[in-house]
């Protein structure tokens, strides 16, 4: 019968540590989507690269800093459209709720932090939003509005169910 001292551990508790940890590992990058890719189009001289993530298998992001990488998260939402028109917001309809003043490709959710980049692949393909405004809170958290810089155009966009990225990174 074989002793241990209480100074080495036990050999199947190690292995059993060991394949806990790999399995562990192999599952996180098992489902990791991202991949980080360097190009560099230029000359060996010219010290200029440009920084792509791959998404999924087919899509490449240029990003500014490949250490942190973009993350997309896809959320299906219901996208209205909306203008500065006094019905449709409160007394200040050129002032977002974020404080800054209303531009194309202002959107108003209330689930996502101001701040947030998105885009809405299937209607606008790579235009990136930023969420800057807020809504009624009866819209709940699924729902986008899309500024509008006048009401008919808002009109005949009309309501569309779709799927947009959050671009996180």
Request: proline share 0%; glycine share 0%; charged share 35%.
């Given at each position: 019968m074989e002793t241990y001292t209480t100074d080495k551990e036990d050999p199947h508790l190690c292995i059993k540590k060991f394949f806990a940890i790999t399995t562990i590992a192999v599952f996180v990058l098992g489902?990791?989507?991202l991949e980080i890719v360097r190009a560099n189009p230029f000359s060996e001289?010219?010290?200029k690269q440009i920084s792509l993530v791959s998404v999924g298998e087919n899509s490449l992001i240029a990003v500014s800093n490949p250490a942190d990488p973009?993350?997309?998260k896809k959320v299906k939402v219901l996208i209205t459209g909306y203008s500065s028109t006094t019905w449709q917001?409160?007394?200040?309809p050129f002032i977002t709720a974020s404080g800054k003043y209303v531009e194309d490709g202002i959107v108003a959710n209330n689930m996502l932090p101001f701040g947030t980049r998105?885009?809405?692949p299937e209607l606008y393909g790579d235009k990136i939003f930023i969420v800057e405004d807020r809504m009624n809170p009866r819209k709940g958290h699924y729902n986008i509005d899309i500024w509008f810089?006048?009401?008919?155009?808002a009109k005949e966009f009309g309501a569309k169910t779709t799927y947009i990225e959050i671009l996180e990174s």
């Open positions: 489902t990791m989507q001289n010219d010290l973009v993350r997309i917001t409160d007394d200040t998105i885009r809405i810089e006048d009401y008919y155009q």
